[in-house]
């Protein structure tokens, strides 16, 4: 597809549950970002890959988040053992380079119950 | 240290108003600069951009200047439509190490017909 692309759309787990949200970029697009998005917030930065290399996961909330693009291209961010608080809607985003905008995914939105 | 400020919502236009939603920052550098607007239910999607002092960005009528001096991105339409309806973020990209955009906290636009 043209654009970025996530799924779900929507999950909802159950407090204590692992979940996988999945990103696909746009095709060519070197970097990679994952941001989280709590109600009526803007945006905060998680991880960035550069290819498939994590160069920055200073944002991660905690060592339950990983985040993989094994290959450089699709991405997957993990959460295990899901808390209330990780209820959010997570964005992925690329671009062709650092140095160019960041195009945006609808967003994968997580309810834990 | 680097950060964003933008002005708080929620705003209420007529159709065919004049808007400005104010943004400054505060950097070591030369941030690029963005504003990013989402609408209900959808990802975020690019408006406009601008990469150096004095550059106007522009897009759907949308205009925004960046002003060193007063270190501001401030977005003007004038003459808003109801379709314009969404939240808008103010987004810089701060030099250095770090790469994602840093999201203002959004501002909310209603406008009636």
């Known amino acids: 597809g043209a654009g970025v692309s996530q799924s779900p759309r929507y999950k909802v787990a159950k407090r204590g549950q692992d979940v996988a949200l999945r990103c696909d970029p746009i095709s060519g697009h070197v970097s990679l970002f994952w941001y989280q998005q709590a109600l009526g917030q803007g945006p905060e930065f998680l991880t960035y890959f550069q290819n498939e290399a994590q160069l920055d996961k200073s944002g991660l909330p905690s060592d339950r988040f990983f985040a993989e693009r094994p290959e450089g291209s699709v991405s997957t961010l993990k959460i295990q053992r899901t808390q209330q608080e990780d209820s959010a809607v997570y964005l992925c985003a690329s671009s062709l380079d650092d140095n160019q905008p960041q195009h945006f995914g609808d967003g994968t939105r997580l309810s834990i119950l | ?113």
């Not at chain 2, 314009?84 to 810089?92: E, Q």
């Open chain 2, 1 to 113: 240290g680097n950060s964003v400020t933008q002005m708080e919502g929620p705003v209420t236009l007529s159709e065919e108003a004049f808007l400005t939603i104010n943004c400054t920052y505060t950097a070591t550098g030369y941030p690029s600069l963005f504003w990013y607007v989402q609408y209900p239910g959808e990802g975020l999607q690019l408006l406009l951009k601008a990469t150096k002092a004095d550059d106007k960005g522009s897009n759907k009528g949308f205009e925004a200047t960046y002003r060193k001096e007063t270190t501001s991105f401030h977005l003007e339409k004038g003459s808003v439509q109801v379709s314009d309806s969404a939240v808008y973020f103010c987004a810089p990209l701060f030099r250095g190490s770090a790469r994602q955009l840093t999201f203002g906290s959004g501002t909310q636009l209603t406008v009636l017909p």
